[in-house]
Every structure is written in C-alpha cells, then in structure tokens.
C-alpha cells in the first residue's frame, strides 16, 4: 500500500524558515512534487524532483526562496522554504508521480499525501 506522510508544516513569521518532509512508502516513483492551496484558491504547483537524477523544478513564486531534494536512503522527499511571506500560507501536499514529464500538473499524480499547514504571520 502507498504511502505519503507530510510533517514539518507550522506557524512562522515572514522572513522565517520552514522544512517539509514527505516519507514515501509502499512503491518508487518516478517524480515527487509539492503543491499548496490556500484557502479559496485552485491548487498550484510549487515544486517537483525526479527520483532518479534529481532533475528539479520549482515555480516561479518560489524560485530564490523554496528548495527540493531527496533522499533515496530515507524515501523522502524535502520542500526547503526559506524567506516565507504571508501569500505563502496553505496546505502543502507531496505527490507521486509515474511520469517524469509535465509534472506541474496535478492531474499527472497518482498517489498524494493529507497535506501539512503551513502559517505565515506578517
């Protein structure tokens, strides 16, 4: 059985830091992505990672600030967010992904985490 655990999410003040663990279970993927959603607002994209290779993306609202990497030793899957701003604060949930492609989409995910909050205060 597939297993995604998001933890690390909190309550922070802008300008702070924050790091988002997702511990894979059950399978590898191809690809592991981050979105967010704010309350009121579609789900977006902020960051993905191929397993094999690393190849990473991150979208442009948190490129300079948000980092991602893996470890294939512990099956996890990091989301490094430095710099926070208010407009940051949501639900973030890692994803799986079969594909290596287009994987801004969250159409493109197979199997998704309950999502850990994350607060940003001004």
């Known amino acids: 059985q597939v297993q995604l655990a998001e933890s690390g999410g909190g309550w922070v003040q802008a300008g702070g830091s924050l790091r988002l663990s997702c511990v894979i279970s059950?399978?590898?993927?191809?690809?592991y992505g981050w979105f967010r959603q704010a309350p009121g607002k579609e789900r977006e994209f902020v960051a993905a990672?191929?397993?094999?290779?690393?190849?990473?993306d991150l979208a442009d609202s948190v490129k300079g600030r948000f980092s991602v990497s893996r470890d294939n030793a512990k099956n996890t899957v990091y989301l490094q967010m430095n710099s926070l701003k208010p407009e940051d604060t949501a639900v973030y949930s890692c994803?799986?992904?079969?594909?290596?492609?287009?994987?801004?989409?969250?159409?493109?995910?197979?199997?998704w985490g309950r999502g850990t909050q994350v607060t940003v205060s001004s």
């Open positions: 994803a799986a992904s079969i594909y290596l492609l287009n994987t801004r989409d969250s159409q493109r995910y197979n199997s």
């Open positions: 059950g399978r590898t993927f191809s690809s």
């Open positions: 990672i191929r397993w094999n290779g690393g190849s990473m």
